[in-house]
């Protein structure tokens, strides 16, 4: 490589600068070639976009339904979703095209499939004998609106109810209308001269088939003979009718009504009600009538063998209960017991022993979905306790308000913290095994271990394992326990910044390796916690203040370009004037009597008994600066080799050393730049303004920041698409464009460009797209760590990039990332002599740039809002620049691994996903993900290695997906099934009298009924017919031979329009041809249950 010098020496240019320009010309030749060397081996074929596991409550929830003898449970949602759960560890997510509300679901019970009724008039059947549920057919209703569904167990032909008061009746195998319909004018009596309403109810008399069981809304019910075409007995009542239920002997039957009454009717006597039953109403004197009480939303009526039967209903309660929460009522015998839930009650089932209606059904469990939790109660203990639940269905306890992802965490991380949160657990559970066991795992292909922080509004941080696409809560930590709190709105000090949830999470830093955590919050302050499994008693908590002041009003850039200048979102502050002290405070004053070195919030002064876990090590506070109040911090970093911890606003920076607990440095912006600033700022007065949540308030729904003061972070806002308008509080920095500090990053490299070896320091980006280098001169390890004053100075450098700086990492000569050092974590408390500590306390620097030769390079890869750059050091040339993107921004950007090598991943405001290759920055990957993106998933999306990614897809729900081939392609083997062979029960034995003399279950051959040759075909005009895309997702699915052949037939004759049982004549192999079939399909569904139409 000398090869320059010699050329220039024999051209006889001998002069000392051309020796000088000659030499830098080497040394850029020779990085040149360095970065040539690198082999980058991702390429696009790496790369493939797809959606994994969606975690969570399923968000507005709108329909249930259980399977009895698969024991699966489905929710349906009002936005069109479908949540499928079996046993713990097995689930699934299923969405409707169309979006629109789910209003029912019924199984067909161990048959593998499930119909959804939707508010949009559509039916569609869902086949489940694949690990990703797919639709098979549709049924769209063009004249009227379905309002009830029923399927009877064993059957093929649903019932569907209609708003005008009809019964239309569908074969769920080809999804076609019969002609058979049982009109509402028909059923109810010639002499009504209104319309009975809406149908609400159907159901089959568990003794026989043929009689039908119809509720109308007004009132009325009618049991129609389904052979004679006509109404045997009609039972009227004055109140609106909710819900019906059956006794299993098909004598009788109980209703709910608006009113809050029960009433129970003799089938043969349609005069008056059997019973009637106001289970919440006051008994009056003189006989009179009890006071009505809300309505009973709904009934189950429920027998046992040994004992009296249950009625279960929802609702109910009366009028003068004001407050109370929603309750369900479980009367049994003589004794009613209301339980309560935490949320209203969606819907709820009874489970039982059973699935046939006409036997005991032995209840043993009611199933109760609530607006925003899933509770089951246990019938067979006395008290009756709730289940367990093992689902992750507490992601929204309370809002969540960032999010972290860290993949291939240290093995023994895991245990640890599931040991510690163990202990948290509560008592008083049922001692049973939760009952929906259904489906299998599937096969983990993944060897390493994932971890989920979720941070919340009320100051919780909850660590979950998200290992193997499952996930289950491990640990959570209380961070509001530190602080004094006020018992009522008027206690609240005067010195808050935000409305509600003062102790809201907004940043999470994290050290798997050394399980330091360090978090900021909303009210300007950060915590930093220590990992440690004995439990301590800490006398006085740490705390430090620190006042940061922004003294600068304008800004202008040097070259005239216009660089936005946006920070991360929330680091906002809205102009408003203070609000004048009721009462006299205690904090301290200036002389004008405005507020000054003052925190928002009061740390505990009493002794803090700290729990196995996460422990407080420091609690560092922003302080009101004459009258300004603290803004809220904008990025976060800690490092547990150095013992530092550093955080920034729009306001400047401070780091802070946690180990001698001391404030190193305290700047603002401008002050980092020393005598280097490019831009022309003014000096200003202070800003005497509170400020907003800023952005945290946004993360529910929306983006809607009153002007006086922000809603907390729990505040339900409409969704809204997200946009780059410069006054959205997206953007949130305010209209005096203050630089804020958006990206920290502590490393082991080069500082300056004539260093010749790397050393600690701290990367800076700001939201004006500017980079600055702090040098750290660090004492030795051990006590003098604890002695020496940590030294903190400007190293002069400043690069430049367009928008505001997002993420930084560094690369070594071979193209691996070079993390930065950390401190492996060792307990703590544990008493050894000072030695030994002195060993411990030495950085693990996993940095392979110390044992580099001096003349070895690395580089920075920085990544903005509009690009990124990868720079040689410590030359600080740039090699590679790329533009991501020009008329949307990233909201995201992280260098992540991937297949031994590294990469960039972004996630634009405008839905795309890209990644770029390190260090040449080649588009890998690019594609439009996101439709829309609001502020929710603004704030919580966020990638990880091995090409695994998050974020927030509702309120309640966290979406998990995969940018890795690999993984998508091992998708299908990870997901579990929620179909297996299960034996169905045998039927009830009649007994020898009831066979002999009748009495028992009557059938129906319903075929012979509903068929098109006994009933003809319905009007085409009615509903329209849509195949659905599942059959080509089952096929693909399926087992391969006879079974695939057989299922792939199948699916191109039926989407020809053949006939169920041509099909199964042509595809070779059955054993029964299509007459006999038609003829006798109860007995061959039970004979070749394995051979079914749902199989594909």
């Known amino acids: 490589m000398r090869k320059f010098n010699i050329r220039k020496v024999l051209d006889g240019l001998t002069a000392v600068s051309a020796v000088a320009s000659a030499s830098s010309a080497a040394q850029q030749q020779q990085a040149g070639n360095r970065e040539t060397e690198i082999q980058e081996t991702l390429q696009s074929e790496h790369f493939q976009l797809c959606k994994t596991v969606r975690h969570g409550f399923p968000y507005q929830p709108s329909a249930l339904a259980f399977d009895p003898v698969q024991k699966i449970l489905a929710i349906g949602t009002q936005t069109g979703a479908l949540r499928l759960f079996g046993r713990p560890g097995v689930e699934c997510y299923c969405q409707h095209d169309s979006g629109a509300a789910v209003i029912q679901l019924q199984f067909l019970i161990n048959e593998g499939a499930l119909v959804s009724a939707l508010a949009d008039d559509t039916l569609h059947l869902w086949n489940l004998r694949q690990k990703r549920p797919a639709i098979l057919h549709s049924l769209k209703f063009n004249r009227e609106r379905i309002t009830f569904c029923h399927l009877p167990f064993q059957s093929k032909w649903l019932y569907v109810g209609t708003e005008r008061g009809n019964i239309h009746i569908v074969n769920v195998e080809s999804f076609t209308l019969s002609g058979y319909v049982i009109m509402w ?66 004598k009788q039957f109980i209703c709910s009504h608006s009113d809050g009454t029960l009433t129970i009717w003799n089938v043969k006597s349609p005069t008056k009600p059997f019973q009637t039953i106001t289970p919440h109403g006051k008994q009056l004197k003189d006989g009179k009538k009890p006071e009505p009480c809300k309505p009973i939303l709904k009934v189950e009526y429920k027998t046992t063998r040994a004992g009296e039967p249950f009625i279960i209903l929802s609702g109910g309660l009366s009028y003068d209960t004001v407050g109370r929460r929603p309750c369900l009522t479980v009367m049994h015998g003589k004794s009613t017991a209301v339980l309560e839930m935490d949320y209203s009650i969606v819907d709820f089932l009874t489970l039982c022993e059973t699935p046939y209606p006409n036997d005991f059904q032995e209840p043993y469990a009611v199933v109760v979905l609530l607006e925003k939790d899933l509770v089951l109660i246990d019938l067979a203990q006395n008290g009756y306790p709730i289940f367990e639940n093992p689902y992750p269905l507490t992601i929204h306890e309370s809002p969540v308000t960032c999010c ?130 004995q439990e301590v008693t800490t006398e006085v908590i740490p705390m430090l203040e620190v006042r940061l002041l922004y003294e600068i009003n304008d800004v202008e850039t040097p070259d005239g370009e216009q660089v936005p200048p946006v920070p991360t979102p929330g680091t906002g502050s809205n102009p408003q004037s203070i609000v004048p002290q009721s009462h006299p405070s205690t904090s301290s004053s200036s002389s004008d009597g405005l507020r000054d070195n003052v925190p928002c919030l009061k740390v505990k002064n009493s002794p803090l008994k700290q729990s196995p876990g996460y422990q407080i090590e420091l609690v560092i506070q922003l302080v009101w600066v004459s009258g300004e109040p603290p803004q809220q911090i904008t990025s976060l ?133 500017t980079v600055l280098v702090i040098v750290l001169n660090l004492p030795p390890g051990g006590e003098q760590r604890l002695l020496q004053p940590v030294i903190v100075s400007p190293s002069g450098t400043i690069l430049r990039l367009k928008g505001a700086i997002l993420r930084m990492a560094f690369l070594d000569t071979t193209g691996s990332l070079v993390p930065p050092a950390h401190e492996t974590w060792r307990e703590h408390h544990e008493d050894k002599d000072e030695k030994e500590k002195a060993k411990k306390r030495r950085p693990v620097s996993v940095s392979p740039s110390s044992s580099q030769e001096i003349s070895e390079n690395q580089y920075a890869v920085i990544c903005s809002e509009k690009q990124a750059k990868v720079i040689s050091l410590p030359s600080q040339n740039c090699i590679y620049k790329q533009n991501i993107t020009e008329t949307s921004f990233v909201l995201r950007g992280d260098i992540v691994s991937l297949s031994n090598s590294i990469c960039l991943a972004c996630f634009c405001a405008n839905g795309h996903i890209m990644t770029f290759s ?63 062979l299960v034996e169905t029960p045998e039927a009830p034995n009649r007994g020898f009298f009831k066979g002999l003399f009748g009495g028992g279950a009557q059938s129906l051959d319903r075929e012979e009924l509903f068929g098109e040759s006994a009933s003809g075909k319905a009007s085409r005009s009615l509903a329209q017919h849509i195949p659905g895309p599942g059959g080509i997702e089952g096929v693909k699915g399926a087992a391969s031979g006879v079974v695939g052949e057989l299922a792939r037939a199948r699916l191109a004759l039926d989407e020809r329009g053949q006939k169920l049982g041509e099909l199964e004549e042509k595809t070779a192999a059955m054993l029964y041809s299509a007459d006999s079939f038609s003829k006798h399909a109860h007995e061959m569904m039970l004979k070749y249950k394995d051979k079914k139409w749902y199989q594909f």
């Not at 004018?185 to 159901?203: D, F, Q, T, W, Y």
């Open 637 to 769: 970093a800690i490092n547990s080799a150095y013992g530092l911890v550093v955080f920034g606003n729009c306001n400047g920076i401070a780091m802070v050393d946690y180990l001698q607990k001391t404030v190193l440095l305290n700047l603002g912006t401008i002050e980092l730049y020393g005598s280097n600033d490019p831009y022309r700022r003014e000096p200003r007065s202070p800003r005497k303004t509170r400020q907003p949540s800023g952005g945290l308030c946004d993360i529910n729904e929306g983006m809607v920041v009153p002007e006086d003061r922000c809603k907390s972070p729990t505040s339900d806002v409409k969704d809204n698409s997200f946009s780059r308008s410069r006054s959205s509080s997206v953007t949130s920095i305010d209209k005096e464009s203050r630089e804020a500090i958006s990206a920290l990053h502590f490393c082991e490299t080069f500082t300056r460009k004539a260093d010749t070896s790397p050393s600690p320091c701290l990367w800076v980006g700001t939201t004006l797209g």
């Open 404 to 533: 972290e992802y860290f993949a291939d965490c240290p093995v023994d991380l895991i245990p640890a913290l599931y040991s510690v949160g163990a202990r948290q657990k509560r008592q008083g559970y049922s001692k049973k095994e939760w009952p929906i066991s259904g489906g299998n795992w599937g096969v983990i292909t993944q060897s390493y271990s994932e971890i989920i922080i979720t941070g919340h509004a009320d100051g919780s941080i909850k660590f979950w394992d998200a290992s193997a696409i499952t996930l289950q809560v491990l640990y959570k930590l209380k961070t509001a326990k530190v602080f004094e709190k006020s018992r009522n709105k008027d206690d609240r000090p005067n010195t808050d910044i935000v409305d509600e949830d003062p102790y809201a999470i907004q940043i999470i830093s994290w050290c798997p390796e050394s399980r330091m955590l360090c978090i900021a919050g909303v009210s300007a302050h950060v915590i930093i916690y220590r990992f440690s499994k």
């Open 185 to 250: 004018n028909k059923a109810i009596e010639l002499s009504s001269k209104s319309h009975p309403g809406p149908v609400v109810h159907i159901s089959d008399n568990p003794m026989d088939e043929g009689k039908l069981l119809i509720g109308f809304e007004s009132g009325t019910v009618v049991l129609w003979d389904l052979k004679s075409k006509k109404a045997d007995y009609r039972y009227t009542h004055d109140e609106a009718i909710h819900s019906v239920a059956w006794h299993h002997e098909g």
């Open 918 to 980: 390190l260090p040449s920055l080649r588009p890998l990957l690019d594609v439009y993900y996101l439709p829309l993106t609001n502020m929710r998933i603004a704030r919580t999306f966020c990638f990880t290695d091995n090409g695994q990614a998050l974020y927030l897809v509702s309120p309640t729900e966290i979406q998990r997906l995969t940018y890795s081939q690999e993984t998508c392609e091992n998708l299908q083997e990870m997901l579990g099934e929620l179909f297996t």
